[in-house]
Protein backbone atom coordinates (compact mmCIF):
# COMPACT_ATOMS: atom_id res chain seq x y z
CA UNK A 1 0.00 0.00 0.00
CA UNK A 2 2.21 2.89 -1.09
CA UNK A 3 -0.27 5.50 -1.98
CA UNK A 4 -2.41 5.27 0.66
CA UNK A 5 -1.62 7.24 3.93
CA UNK A 6 -2.91 7.15 7.42
CA UNK A 7 -1.68 9.18 9.42
CA UNK A 8 -0.49 12.71 8.34
CA UNK A 9 3.49 14.12 8.87
CA UNK A 10 2.33 16.23 11.62
CA UNK A 11 0.59 13.26 14.06
CA UNK A 12 4.18 11.81 13.01
CA UNK A 13 6.24 14.31 14.41
CA UNK A 14 4.24 15.33 17.20
CA UNK A 15 4.39 11.28 18.38
CA UNK A 16 7.82 11.49 17.81
CA UNK A 17 8.55 14.47 19.68
CA UNK A 18 6.28 13.03 22.66
CA UNK A 19 7.78 9.41 22.52
CA UNK A 20 11.86 11.47 22.90
CA UNK A 21 10.31 13.90 25.15
CA UNK A 22 11.41 16.58 23.44
CA UNK A 23 9.40 20.06 24.57
CA UNK A 24 7.00 21.51 21.56
CA UNK A 25 6.65 25.29 21.36
CA UNK A 26 3.35 25.32 23.40
CA UNK A 27 5.33 23.84 26.03
CA UNK A 28 8.13 26.15 26.39
CA UNK A 29 5.56 28.98 26.59
CA UNK A 30 3.98 27.61 29.04
CA UNK A 31 7.24 26.85 31.20
CA UNK A 32 8.27 30.49 30.38
CA UNK A 33 4.70 31.97 31.88
CA UNK A 34 5.24 29.99 34.46
CA UNK A 35 8.40 31.07 35.17
CA UNK A 36 7.46 34.61 34.59
CA UNK A 37 5.17 34.41 37.32
CA UNK A 38 7.30 32.60 39.68
CA UNK A 39 9.76 35.68 39.39
CA UNK A 40 7.20 38.14 40.26
CA UNK A 41 6.50 35.81 43.60
CA UNK A 42 9.87 36.17 44.22
CA UNK A 43 10.23 40.21 43.60
CA UNK A 44 6.98 40.24 45.76
CA UNK A 45 8.18 38.19 48.78
CA UNK A 46 11.86 40.64 48.51
CA UNK A 47 9.88 43.46 48.60
CA UNK A 48 8.26 42.18 52.02
CA UNK A 49 11.78 41.42 53.41
CA UNK A 50 12.74 45.00 52.61
CA UNK A 51 10.03 46.41 53.92
CA UNK A 52 10.18 44.71 57.46
CA UNK A 53 14.33 45.16 57.61
CA UNK A 54 13.53 48.87 56.85
CA UNK A 55 10.98 49.39 59.53
CA UNK A 56 12.83 47.18 61.84
CA UNK A 57 15.93 49.90 61.24
CA UNK A 58 13.87 52.65 62.12
CA UNK A 59 12.22 51.82 65.40
CA UNK A 60 15.71 50.30 66.27
CA UNK A 61 17.88 51.58 69.43
CA UNK A 62 19.89 54.86 67.64
CA UNK A 63 15.95 56.33 66.56
CA UNK A 64 14.96 56.09 69.81
CA UNK A 65 17.78 57.59 71.52
CA UNK A 66 16.97 60.77 68.97
CA UNK A 67 13.31 60.31 70.53
CA UNK A 68 14.60 60.57 73.51
CA UNK A 69 16.57 63.26 72.99
CA UNK A 70 13.80 65.22 71.49
CA UNK A 71 11.48 64.76 74.40
CA UNK A 72 13.55 66.01 76.96
CA UNK A 73 12.67 69.35 75.41
CA UNK A 74 8.80 70.14 75.93
CA UNK A 75 8.95 72.75 73.94
CA UNK A 76 11.11 71.36 71.04
CA UNK A 77 14.72 71.14 70.07
CA UNK A 78 16.74 72.25 67.44
CA UNK A 79 19.18 70.34 64.92
CA UNK A 80 22.36 70.76 66.55
CA UNK A 81 21.24 70.10 70.30
CA UNK A 82 20.09 66.70 69.24
CA UNK A 83 23.57 66.16 67.73
CA UNK A 84 24.76 67.16 71.40
CA UNK A 85 23.05 64.63 72.86
CA UNK A 86 23.36 62.02 70.48
CA UNK A 87 26.51 62.43 69.40
CA UNK A 88 25.66 60.67 65.96
CA UNK A 89 27.08 62.21 62.96
CA UNK A 90 25.60 65.07 60.37
CA UNK A 91 24.25 62.48 57.76
CA UNK A 92 22.90 59.68 60.13
CA UNK A 93 21.05 61.83 61.97
CA UNK A 94 19.59 63.43 59.06
CA UNK A 95 18.60 60.37 57.83
CA UNK A 96 17.11 59.18 61.23
CA UNK A 97 15.22 62.57 61.67
CA UNK A 98 14.05 62.28 58.17
CA UNK A 99 12.71 58.49 58.90
CA UNK A 100 11.12 59.31 62.06
CA UNK A 101 9.24 62.45 60.22
CA UNK A 102 7.50 59.79 57.74
CA UNK A 103 6.98 57.26 60.75
CA UNK A 104 4.91 60.15 62.29
CA UNK A 105 7.24 59.27 65.79
CA UNK A 106 8.11 62.99 65.43
CA UNK A 107 6.96 66.81 63.87
CA UNK A 108 8.86 69.41 62.77
CA UNK A 109 7.63 72.55 64.49
CA UNK A 110 9.52 75.00 62.35
CA UNK A 111 12.37 74.52 60.14
CA UNK A 112 14.91 72.79 62.14
CA UNK A 113 12.95 72.31 64.88
CA UNK A 114 11.59 69.35 66.18
CA UNK A 115 8.85 67.67 68.70
CA UNK A 116 8.15 64.53 70.11
CA UNK A 117 4.61 63.73 70.81
Known amino acids: MPGKRNTS?????KKFLRDHNIPT??????????????E?????????KTKKK????????AGKKVIAAIRE??????FAEIQQRTGFEE???RNLIYRLKNDG???TLSRGIYYAP
Open 105 to 107: KIV
Open 40 to 48: KMIENLADE
Open 73 to 78: YEDGVG
Open 9 to 13: FNIMV
Open 91 to 93: KKL
Open 25 to 38: KNDVQKLIARMERL
Open 54 to 61: TGDKRSGS
